[in-house]
């Protein structure tokens, strides 16, 4: 299993960015897919998920901000996040999840800053 990550980079406070979390050697539309993030000096924290048929969940503090999705096509899932605040900097990791084994990529950096 292989999860690639990308799309992080630096942005300004409001600003937007997509995550692609792009998966390979697994059969993708059977997982339950999540991004995290870790903040420095912070545990890793559960940001989204969404399952094979597309259903979603996003923590409290960013919902009405991100937005998860995936294309089972493709084999990847995205995390577009708007109106950025600096308290989202942190690196993003993807995780996949299936008969209760997980795997993860080894993450992006978003950082917010002006």
């Known amino acids: 299993v292989q999860l690639v990550e990308s799309g992080g980079g630096l942005v300004q406070p409001g600003g937007s960015l997509r995550l692609s979390c792009a998966a390979s050697?697994?059969?993708?539309?059977?997982?339950?897919m999540a991004w995290y993030r870790q903040a420095p000096e912070k545990q890793r924290e559960l940001v989204a998920t969404?399952?094979?048929?597309?259903?979603?969940n996003s923590a409290d503090s960013v919902k009405g901000r991100f937005t998860i999705s995936r294309d089972n096509a493709k084999n990847t899932v995205y995390l577009q996040m708007s109106s950025l605040k600096p308290e989202d900097t942190a690196v993003y990791y993807c995780k996949a999840t299936y008969g209760g084994m997980d795997y993860w990529g080894k993450g992006t950096l978003v950082t917010v800053s002006s």
């Open positions: 050697r697994i059969a993708f539309r059977f997982y339950v």
């Open positions: 969404i399952t094979g048929g597309g259903s979603t």
